[in-house]
């Protein structure tokens, strides 16, 4: 499950070794803290720092992962190299009346000052609007975005890499 084929191109995901080692950590640390209710408080610290480190050592490496994946996204719907900008529907409700309403979940990428996949108008203003600002030092790189009228409303995370992410394709099926 750690790669993801899109239309018979393989455009990775996370490694496998990368699942086996979050759960066997999550299983130490289990260990550790009912251990803690035995030994004391000083083996629950042993349990707490580890999983502090390894949270913020592996949080960029899956913030890669999902961003290439948002970008091969984006490149199949007719996005163009390179992209700096890239973002995931987190919620959405209502139907927007001019079409391309955002669902939950949906990936997208900024390039050429259009989003790709494309969705509703509104969600592509809201977009290129915040892109513009973070470009301009306005706003951080990892900025949310709300949106909500009569008829539909929105809340997506947009992301701003510092230098441009390409998607190397590893062979078709």
Known sequence: MSDIGHRGVDVGGPPPWAFVLVGALILGIVGLYGSSLLLGPAVLVVAVVPMIAL????????????????????????????????GKVTEAAGECPEGGTPRKGAEFALSQDDVWPHLCRHAREAVIATAAKMERGECIPDCPIWYHDAEHAFRIELHRERKPIHVELRGAA
């Open 55 to 86: 949270t913020l050592a592996f949080g960029p490496m899956f913030r890669y992962w999902n961003s290439r994946h948002a970008i091969a996204l984006a490149e199949e719907a007719g996005a163009v190299e390179p992209i700096q900008v890239w």
